[in-house]
């Protein structure tokens, strides 16, 4: 079955909001679409009719495709407990508090865990869409990793990698991110997204040009920024956000989801997309 996974130049690149986009897009044209994020950290959680304890990102994901969230979609949660310790959650049930060492030496017994889920979502969909954490050019937490693009290998996916240009530097973050990535590694990158683009695009072309040249990979989509209704997961919340303290009715949510679903089809090239996914 189909795959593709959305990394970031840094947390709250875009990640997340992407691959829920892609959700939509993919069931709006008849496919049947899982979300999946092997390792999140976030102090909001989604609780599943059975009880169990998921990432709020892809409860939303999963909605985005028309299936009820599931534990298998983010097998493991971490939700922080101090600066240095997090309460751990393996297929929405609570294990046990670990502190970052304990965990980055528990983490490497979870790959098969984390690859037996994926394949189960892999086998009942046409196509999983994989969300990635943070950056895979954290070099110093890339051994083990489980959640990047050890993941990337574990589901042999293609990778788009999204930025923020809002936060200033978009080609220094591509740029840095790709060259301190091994061979292996940026091979695995089809395509590069810049997200929250405001302004004449004109004047970003040139830019789009050479970063395209200096690291051979193309820029597939520039996506404007959009005020969306849609809730955040974690501590970087938007606060001009009614949604995030405020109910939200089934319709209102179904037009934010439509609307976010529209803002990446309308600026990305899908017919890549597609390709690079294998569908």
Do not use: W
Not at 159 to 180: N, W
Not at 215 to 227: C, F, Q
């Amino acid at each position: 079955m189909a795959s593709i996974m959305i990394q970031g130049t840094t947390s709250s690149a875009g990640k997340s909001l992407f691959c829920t986009g892609l959700c939509r897009i993919f069931k709006k044209r008849g496919l049947k679409v899982a979300p999946f994020k092997s390792q999140n950290m976030s102090s909001i959680f989604f609780t599943t009719a059975d009880g169990k304890k998921i990432s709020s990102a892809q409860a939303l994901q999963a909605k985005a495709s028309g299936i009820e969230p599931r534990p298998e979609m983010n097998p493991i949660l971490l939700i922080p407990k101090t600066d240095v310790g997090s309460k751990v959650i393996i297929l929405g049930e609570e294990k046990k508090e670990m502190k970052a060492r304990e965990y980055f030496e528990y983490k490497k017994t979870c790959k098969p865990m984390i690859l037996e889920t994926f394949q189960k979502l892999e086998k009942e969909n046409d196509i999983v869409v994989i969300e990635g954490a943070g950056s895979p050019a954290e070099i110093n937490l890339n051994q083990n990793d489980i959640v990047n693009m050890g993941m990337a290998e574990m589901a042999d996916a293609p990778v788009l990698l999204i930025a923020d240009i809002d936060r200033g530097g978009v080609f220094a973050q591509l740029y840095g991110t790709v060259m301190l990535l091994p061979e292996k590694d940026r091979k695995r990158i089809k395509g590069m997204i810049i997200n929250k683009f405001r302004g004449d695009k004109s004047l970003l072309d040139p830019g789009i040009k050479m970063i395209e040249e200096l690291v051979k990979i193309p820029v597939i989509a520039t996506i404007p920024y959009m005020h969306l209704e849609l809730a955040d997961e974690d501590s970087l919340i938007d606060e001009d956000k009614k949604c995030n303290t405020q109910g939200q009715s089934e319709a209102e949510l179904e037009k934010e989801l439509d609307k976010l679903a529209a803002l990446i089809e309308d600026n990305s090239d899908m017919d890549f997309i597609f390709k690079a996914a294998g569908i």
